[in-house]
């Protein structure tokens, strides 16, 4: 055992800054393994003090404990995964795989702790007879859950054989994400002639230029940044340099080389396959949903093949727009079928007619200060709170703006830090994360919750546009954000964010709607240069356009979920060598039209590779979107997207209870019955035409 003892690691020294944020300004990569060892170390002298008390098994000294032990532990870990994500290095990285093992060993050592797990044990069995609260029962079951998820109640062998698993696991997603981030960090398309922006707005041009800029080169570049990339899709009219950027966004993880993932998807399948056998279900995917709302793939499969059938016909009628454009734009002969680099710009160019959208006329309305100021504004109006900017807070990158919470009271009751821009040391994508959860177990904690969006950065001095979509992705992190923040529970292990994967997408999603609520655009949209409020036709339009792509969004999302659901339902020794051809194979069988793509392929899919938490779970966005489009009628019902009433029951029984509750009841004690599906088909535009 490494000790860090000699008092000189930061990580080790009780932090000594405002609100006990990581001291981020002294910390080095070198820092961290040494602390999270020494971390690990106590954790497990916490845990088995707990196990070797002569008293008999309580809550208080067993169930409590245990979740209050182990702190150190859980912030070092918080800090070091978020730096891993947001401002990696080469030097980071190395920890992080040097450590994956580790890491893994230690949380099989804390869930096959037989004398911890015997006393968790005889609670459970007599959890009726223990005179606990609500919460408290809730706690009892969640923790003997985790255990016997987590191994438990296997025989000696098999636990060894289920830590190997779990250590080689965790060494595989590492890999896997790093080298997702190695192909989209090495790609550039570099712009040089002006035929090579033809088509593209200013926006896009800028962004290009400090995209360039940040890697330290002159001139413009396209990097698979989803917000240059998928503009660029959209807007570039050379179809020659579209397809080869949608080639390189398509193949990541799947060049021959150090960074070739096909190996670790297949070997990732057979090990979760073989953990599942081991836990005695058929499939990953059976293991996967006991721990859900959904319970069963049946259910899954109910819901996205009912999706899948309504959204192809969808996808065909916008697939009709498009090919009448081409058409009239005399396209018709030389460019006879649309091409998946194709669908995104034709797309744009329908948007533009039918509902004259045009990204350009639209992105001036929304600038990133003003829509960080909605977004808090929509939370103080709905919950109460308020957000006050702490310059001096420390940070992680100069970039990251932090904030205090304050409740309507004055008191700070959270932290936020926002670190919007994309740049080469940051992951892709957009998510919440915490470097503290809120609890009451062992005195009041306030939570510090991280959102990361991957915002192309304007060029120093210029402010820095958002397309509706980014909008959006902006409100769906703060609604994951807002989750963190008022959570109010009693115990860490319910805290939050630590609900069930499938209700997880409810507060982000949900959250979305206030984005394009007419009230909250005509007071906060207003245009960079003049400072004019969003025109009500713009609204209009916006609105229209909405359903228009839904065809596209959802079939490209389902078959993301079909092609997980399909991978993780196939049983130990069924596992294809070749992950590339079975992605294929299950979506030819399916009908994945022509011209679409996918959201994600096995080979860059980090919801389902690059950890556990979303395998045989790519399908929660859809689950919760049939929660959040039927909570969300609640206020259409109301009559106001603010009705006070309502407000207060979400904040109460979905914002702030975490897992307290089991989810089916705390949503049915928010809406006062069960959630309906026609919401969401509306909302997406799916509902037969009449
Ligand atoms: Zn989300």
Same mark, same amino acid.
């Given at each position: 055992?490494?000790?860090?003892?000699?008092?000189?690691?930061?990580?080790?020294?009780?932090?000594?800054?405002?609100y006990?944020?990581?001291?981020?300004?002294?910390?080095?990569?070198?820092?961290?393994?040494?602390?999270?060892?020494e971390?690990?170390?106590?954790?497990?002298?916490?845990?088995?003090?707990?196990a070797?008390?002569?008293?008999?098994?309580?809550?208080?000294?067993? $169930?409590?404990?245990?979740?209050? @032990?182990?702190r %150190?532990?859980?912030?070092? =870990? +918080?800090? !070091?995964?978020? #730096?891993?994500? &947001?401002?990696?290095?080469?030097?980071?990285?190395?920890?992080?795989?040097?450590?994956?093992?580790p890491?893994?060993?230690?949380?099989?050592?804390?869930?096959?702790?037989?004398?911890?797990?015997?006393?968790?044990?005889?609670?459970?069995?007599?959890?009726?007879?223990?005179?606990?609260?609500?919460?408290?029962?809730?706690?009892?079951?969640?923790?003997?859950?985790?255990?016997?998820?987590?191994?438990?109640?296997?025989?000696?062998?098999?636990?060894?054989?289920?830590?190997?698993?779990?250590?080689?696991?965790?060494?595989l997603?590492?890999?896997?994400?790093?080298? $997702?981030?190695?192909?989209?960090? @090495?790609?550039? %398309?570099?712009?040089?002639? =002006? +035929?090579? !922006?033809?088509? #593209?707005?200013? &926006?896009?041009?800028?962004?290009?230029?400090?995209?360039?800029?940040?890697?330290?080169?002159?001139?413009h570049?396209?990097?698979?940044?989803?917000?240059?990339?998928?503009?660029?899709?959209?807007?570039?009219?050379?179809?020659?340099?579209?397809?080869?950027?949608?080639?390189?966004?398509?193949?990541?993880?799947?060049?021959?080389?150090?960074?070739?993932?096909?190996?670790?998807?297949?070997?990732?399948?057979?090990?979760?396959?073989?953990?599942?056998?081991?836990?005695?279900?058929?499939?990953?995917?059976?293991?996967?949903?006991?721990?859900?709302?959904?319970?069963?793939?049946?259910?899954?499969?109910?819901?996205?093949?009912?999706?899948?059938?309504?959204?192809?016909?969808?996808?065909?009628?916008?697939?009709?727009?498009?090919?009448?454009?081409?058409?009239?734009?005399?396209?018709?002969?030389?460019?006879?079928?649309?091409?998946?680099?194709?669908?995104?710009?034709?797309?744009?160019?329908?948007?533009?007619?039918?509902?004259?959208?045009?990204?350009?006329e639209?992105k001036?309305?929304?600038?990133?200060?003003?829509?960080?100021?909605?977004?808090?504004?929509?939370?103080e109006?709905?919950?109460g709170?308020?957000?006050?900017?702490?310059?001096?807070?420390?940070v992680?990158?100069?970039?990251?703006?932090?904030?205090?919470?304050?409740a309507?009271?004055?008191?700070?009751?959270g932290?936020?830090?926002?670190?919007?821009?994309?740049?080469?040391?940051?992951?892709?994508?957009?998510?919440?994360?915490?470097?503290?959860?809120?609890?009451?177990?062992?005195?009041?904690?306030?939570?510090?919750?991280?959102?990361?969006?991957?915002?192309?950065?304007?060029?120093?001095?210029?402010?820095?546009?958002?397309?509706?979509?980014?909008?959006?992705?902006?409100?769906?992190?703060?609604?994951?954000?807002?989750?963190?923040?008022?959570?109010?529970?009693g115990?860490?292990?319910?805290?939050?964010?630590?609900?069930?994967?499938?209700?997880?997408?409810?507060?982000?999603?949900?959250?979305?709607?206030?984005?394009?609520?007419?009230?909250?655009?005509?007071?906060?949209?207003?245009?960079?240069?003049?400072?004019?409020?969003?025109?009500?036709?713009?609204?209009?339009?916006?609105?229209?356009?909405?359903?228009?792509g839904?065809?596209?969004?959802?079939?490209?999302?389902?078959?993301?979920?079909?092609?997980?659901?399909?991978?993780?339902?196939?049983?130990?020794?069924?596992?294809?060598?070749?992950?590339?051809?079975?992605e294929?194979?299950?979506?030819?069988?399916?009908?994945?039209?022509?011209?679409?793509?996918?959201?994600?392929?096995?080979?860059?899919?980090?919801?389902?590779?690059?950890?556990?938490?979303?395998?045989?779970?790519?399908?929660?966005?859809?689950?919760?979107?049939?929660?959040?489009?039927?909570?969300?009628?609640?206020?259409?019902?109301?009559?106001?997207?603010?009705?006070?009433?309502?407000a207060?029951?979400?904040?109460?029984?979905?914002?702030?209870?975490?897992?307290?509750?089991?989810?089916?009841a705390?949503?049915a004690?928010?809406?006062?019955?069960?959630?309906?599906?026609?919401?969401?088909?509306?909302?997406?535009?799916?509902?037969?035409?009449?």
């Amino acid at each position: 055992m490494v000790m860090a003892t000699d008092g000189t690691n930061p990580l080790l020294q009780p932090w000594a800054t405002p609100y006990a944020l990581p001291p981020f300004a002294a910390l080095r990569a070198e820092h961290f393994a040494p602390a999270l060892l020494e971390a690990m170390h106590q954790h497990r002298a916490e845990l088995d003090a707990i196990a070797l008390q002569p008293e008999a098994p309580s809550f208080d000294n067993t $169930v409590a404990r245990l979740d209050a @032990a182990g702190r %150190l532990l859980v912030r070092l =870990e +918080a800090v !070091f995964h978020n #730096l891993c994500a &947001s401002e990696t290095s080469p030097a980071l990285q190395l920890v992080q795989r040097e450590m994956a093992g580790p890491m893994a060993a230690h949380s099989n050592a804390v869930y096959m702790h037989a004398g911890l797990f015997a006393r968790i044990d005889a609670l459970h069995a007599r959890r009726a007879d223990l005179g606990l609260g609500a919460e408290q029962q809730r706690l009892l079951e969640q923790t003997h859950l985790d255990f016997v998820r987590a191994g438990a109640r296997l025989a000696p062998a098999a636990q060894r054989r289920y830590a190997a698993l779990m250590e080689r696991l965790a060494a595989l997603t590492t890999q896997f994400g790093q080298n $997702v981030l190695a192909d989209e960090s @090495a790609y550039r %398309l570099v712009l040089q002639d =002006e +035929a090579d !922006f033809a088509g #593209l707005p200013e &926006s896009v041009r800028a962004a290009a230029q400090q995209a360039a800029t940040e890697r330290g080169l002159g001139g413009h570049v396209i990097t698979l940044s989803r917000s240059l990339l998928v503009p660029f899709l959209s807007f570039s009219e050379r179809r020659d340099l579209r397809e080869q950027a949608w080639r390189a966004w398509t193949s990541r993880g799947e060049h021959a080389g150090a960074n070739d993932n096909r190996a670790i998807v297949r070997e990732i399948l057979q090990l979760r396959a073989e953990q599942a056998a081991l836990h005695g279900k058929p499939s990953y995917a059976d293991y996967a949903l006991d721990n859900s709302m959904a319970r069963e793939q049946v259910a899954v499969q109910r819901l996205l093949d009912n999706v899948w059938r309504r959204a192809l016909p969808a996808l065909e009628r916008e697939r009709e727009q498009l090919l009448t454009l081409m058409r009239e734009a005399g396209h018709g002969r030389l460019q006879p079928a649309i091409e998946p680099w194709d669908w995104r710009y034709w797309a744009e160019k329908v948007r533009q007619r039918t509902y004259a959208l045009d990204d350009a006329e639209i992105k001036p309305y929304f600038p990133l200060e003003r829509m960080v100021a909605a977004a808090f504004d929509c939370a103080e109006r709905l919950f109460g709170v308020r957000f006050v900017e702490r310059a001096d807070l420390p940070v992680y990158h100069p970039d990251v703006k932090a904030y205090e919470m304050r409740a309507s009271d004055g008191r700070v009751a959270g932290i936020f830090l926002h670190d919007n821009f994309a740049r080469p040391s940051k992951r892709s994508g957009a998510w919440m994360s915490s470097l503290r959860q809120q609890t009451r177990n062992g005195g009041e904690v306030i939570p510090v919750i991280v959102n990361n969006n991957n915002f192309a950065k304007a060029s120093p001095g210029e402010p820095t546009l958002l397309s509706f979509d980014d909008v959006r992705t902006l409100f769906h992190e703060f609604g994951h954000g807002l989750h963190g923040l008022l959570s109010s529970v009693g115990y860490e292990r319910l805290s939050g964010t630590n609900v069930l994967r499938d209700f997880v997408e409810l507060p982000s999603q949900l959250f979305e709607h206030w984005m394009s609520e007419p009230a909250v655009l005509r007071r906060h949209a207003r245009h960079v240069v003049t400072g004019e409020a969003i025109p009500d036709a713009l609204i209009e339009r916006l609105a229209a356009a909405r359903r228009f792509g839904q065809g596209f969004e959802t079939v490209r999302y389902t078959a993301s979920a079909l092609t997980d659901m399909a991978v993780h339902a196939l049983p130990a020794g069924q596992v294809p060598d070749d992950v590339v051809a079975f992605e294929a194979r299950v979506l030819r069988e399916r009908g994945l039209p022509p011209g679409v793509g996918l959201n994600h392929r096995f080979t860059h899919f980090q919801h389902l590779f690059a950890g556990s938490g979303y395998a045989a779970g790519y399908y929660v966005y859809l689950w919760a979107e049939v929660l959040d489009a039927d909570a969300h009628d609640a206020f259409v019902e109301a009559g106001d997207p603010f009705d006070t009433a309502v407000a207060a029951r979400l904040k109460r029984h979905i914002y702030a209870a975490g897992d307290s509750v089991e989810p089916g009841a705390t949503y049915a004690a928010f809406r006062g019955r069960a959630p309906q599906l026609e919401p969401m088909l509306k909302k997406r535009g799916l509902l037969a035409p009449a």
